[in-house]
C-alpha cells in the first residue's frame, strides 16, 4: 500500500488549500483514514479522522476550519483548510488506520506554510 499526498504549498493568513492523499490497492473503502502534521521542533499531532462509514473528527484547534472527507471511488481523503493561520505550518502527511490484521501505512507529507 502506497500513499501520496499533496496539496501542499504557501498560502497567506486567511487563505485556504485542498490535500489530497492517494492510496494503491483496491480495499481502501474498508480502512479509517486519518491527517496529522508535525511543525518544525514538535511532535507529530492528529488533526483529523474519517471512519470507513464516513464518520468524521477533527482536533480542537482545526474545527470549524478544516474539514476531512473521503471519496472511494477515487482512493482518495481529502482535508480542506479554511481560514488557515501561521500555527497551522507544518507537514501534513496521511494515514490509513490498521483494521484487524492489517497494519497501518503512512504517507510522505506534504508541506503547508501559512505566512502572516
Known amino acids: 500500500v502506497q500513499l501520496q499526498a499533496s496539496g501542499g504549498g504557501l498560502v497567506q493568513a486567511g487563505g485556504s488549500l485542498r490535500l489530497s492523499c492517494v492510496a494503491s490497492?483496491?480495499?481502501?473503502?474498508?480502512?479509517?483514514m486519518g491527517w496529522y502534521r508535525q511543525a518544525p521542533g514538535n511532535k507529530r499531532e492528529w488533526v483529523a479522522s474519517i471512519t470507513s462509514g464516513g464518520a468524521t473528527n477533527h482536533e480542537d484547534s482545526v474545527a470549524g476550519r478544516f474539514t476531512i472527507s473521503r471519496d472511494n471511488a477515487k482512493n482518495t481523503v481529502y482535508l480542506q483548510m479554511n481560514s488557515l493561520k501561521p500555527e497551522d505550518t507544518a507537514v501534513y502527511s496521511c494515514?490509513?488506520?490498521?483494521?484487524?490484521?492489517?497494519?497501518?501505512?503512512w504517507g510522505r507529507g506534504t508541506l503547508v506554510t501559512v505566512s502572516s
Open positions: 490497492g483496491s480495499t481502501f473503502s474498508r480502512y479509517a
Open positions: 494515514r490509513r488506520y490498521g483494521l484487524g490484521k492489517d497494519k497501518e501505512y
